[in-house]
């Protein structure tokens, strides 16, 4: 009994997928499109270029398939395109999650220096530093503090990858500046006890 089972289920499962090859898979491209649009709109391009791309190009070869009337292959890239669309949106939130937390933290780190700058920079001052010694580390500090304006705004708007640029090099250039300060005050320091 098993043995003419198993024939009618494969049977009937070809005369399933028969009918559905025989027409263009209209509804399943539609649905992979839907699935790039949305990760379009969700920035994969630039948060899963990888994903992305395979999304469009297995849609591209869907379209080529409908056009050669071959629709059972086109019924596979237009499947394979809605998988590759959904894994880049998927890609994108968890790029997106990752750089938001660590653009975050970094503005958190770079206050914290800064602000410790600051403190010294006003330290220097009232201990009566040459002012030519105060003029680099004032810029760096001043030019920090536009960084992480820059940044703050670039990340309430949802732009990590800008507020991540504007963030590059400042944390390097507060902690050069401070050591600079460092260095001048050492220095005023040996001066005073000669």
Do not use: W
Not at 14 to 22: D, E, F, K
Not at 130 to 150: G, I, K, N, V, Y
Request: proline fraction near 3%; hydrophobic fraction near 45%; aromatic fraction near 4%.
């Amino acid at each position: 009994m098993s043995r003419r089972i198993v024939p009618l289920l494969a049977a009937v499962a070809t005369s399933l997928l028969l009918p559905a090859c025989a027409e263009p898979p209209n509804k399943e491209m539609d649905r992979a499109q839907g699935a790039i649009d949305a990760a379009h709109a969700a920035g994969a391009e630039q948060y899963a270029t990888t994903e992305y791309a395979a999304a469009i190009t297995a849609l591209e070869r869907a379209t080529g398939a409908v056009g050669a009337g071959d629709y059972r292959l086109a019924l596979n890239y237009a499947l394979d395109s809605h998988e590759h669309a959904q894994n880049a949106a998927r890609e994108t939130a968890d790029a997106k999650a990752r750089m938001r937390a660590d653009v975050e933290r970094a503005l958190t780190e770079i206050r914290a220096l800064l602000a410790d700058g600051q403190t010294r920079l006003s330290a220097a001052a009232r201990s009566g530093q040459p002012r030519r010694q105060l003029t680099q580390p004032t810029q760096a500090f001043e030019a920090a503090q536009a960084s992480l304006q820059e940044a703050s705004e670039a990340l309430e708007g949802g732009d990590y990858l800008a507020a991540n640029a504007a963030l590059e090099g400042v944390k390097e250039g507060v902690g050069k500046a401070i050591a600079a300060l460092a260095a001048a005050s050492r220095s005023q320091s040996l001066r005073r006890r000669r």
